[in-house]
């Protein structure tokens, strides 16, 4: 995954906002009667809190598990794709803030004297080979992030599906440190290639 879990971070980090502006209008002494704000989202009383009951809020707050999957489908689809779309649109977004397009790594690779055979050192012939992969390599990874968090919403994992990519995300970075001081210490000229 080219953009690693960051998208469905910022996903999740959006409906939260979402959900605590539409909560925070809504419980006012006058956002109960207001079309716009019902519109953002409406609640109901369940137990001793206020649930999603309908509008925008309703559509970015996963149903939790099979069985309310079962009893709305449309809102599990709607929120699936809802999360999709802002999973891809994530991935974009950080593709080029955090320095992954394809032109800022075709500079990377010119100074770091690499080129691609066949082709001329320059960063205008790399970055177009680039162009090819990185950003379809980004939207697929995007929906493949936002489909495994929904789907784990759903399936009503314990924490949820984006704790669950959070939690498999940083094992793999302990893992790779792990790895590389291993291989530092078996190896010490690997010391000088990993900056150490």
């Known amino acids: 995954l080219y953009v690693s879990n960051l998208p469905v971070i910022f996903a999740s980090a959006l409906f939260a906002n979402i959900y605590f502006f539409s909560y925070i209008l ?3 002494p006058w ?10 989202g409406s609640y109901k009383p369940e137990g001793t809190q206020y649930v999603p009951a309908g509008g925008l809020v309703y559509y970015v ?3 939790g598990n099979l069985l309310n999957v079962m009893a709305d489908p449309i809102r599990a689809i709607v929120y699936l794709l809802i999360l999709i779309g802002f999973c891809v649109v994530f991935s974009l977004t950080w593709l080029e803030v ?3 397009g394809p032109s800022t790594v075709a500079k990377q690779l010119i100074d770091a004297g690499m080129q691609i055979p066949g082709y001329r050192r320059s960063g205008k012939a790399v970055e177009t080979i680039l162009k090819r992969y ?10 493949i992030v936002g489909l495994i968090a929904g789907l784990s919403d759903f399936l009503g994992v314990f924490g949820s599906g984006i704790g669950i990519l ?4 940083i094992i793999y970075q302990y893992y790779e440190i792990l790895l590389r001081e291993r291989a530092a210490e078996m190896y010490p000229a690997f010391r000088r290639i990993f900056g150490e």
């Open 26 to 28: 809504w419980s006012q």
């Open 98 to 100: 955090g320095g992954l």
């Open 31 to 40: 956002g109960k009667d207001n079309f716009w704000v019902n519109l953002l």
């Open 61 to 63: 707050t996963s149903p």
């Open 134 to 143: 990185i950003p379809p390599v980004t939207v697929l990874g995007g929906i």
């Open 166 to 169: 959070l939690t498999v995300g």
